[in-house]
């Protein structure tokens, strides 16, 4: 087996922020994601999931926007029903999709769903029960 560096895979300079990291790749609710964008309110690297997707006035690609939530909190997102600063709209040249990666790679029989990786005492599950 050969390795690679992380770094060497994507290098999110190359795009300069208005083509997809993969211009085939469909995203739907649920999906696992990453944030590419350097500069952007979210931190380069974080991963979240899908759990909106806002269609604009013009039916285009550009006016397609994804609410995530993702696993760490930071400063400038928005909270979503108990978790503070995990959401954010994002467009799609901003975001990788996993899932797509994982709906090609798989058959669907073995598809499982990537679990987020938990810090001790840094984050909570939201989940609201009372329904």
């Known amino acids: 087996k050969q390795w690679y560096q992380r770094r060497v895979l994507f290098n999110p300079n190359f795009q300069n922020g208005v083509l997809p990291p993969d211009a085939k790749a469909d995203f739907q609710l649920c999906d696992r994601v990453v944030n590419v964008c350097s500069s952007h309110c979210v931190p ?60 090609l790679t798989q058959p669907q029989s073995e598809r499982t769903i990537p679990k987020p990786k938990r810090k001790k005492n840094r984050l909570r599950l939201c989940v609201d029960n009372t329904a």
């Open 44 to 103: 380069f690297g974080y991963k979240g999931t899908i759990v909106g997707i806002k269609n604009g006035e013009i039916q285009s690609a550009d006016a397609i926007k994804y609410e995530v939530l993702f696993d760490e909190p930071f400063i400038g997102g928005l909270s979503y029903g108990e978790c503070n600063s995990h959401l954010y709209t994002m467009l799609p040249f901003t975001l990788m999709n996993f899932s797509y990666g994982m709906r």
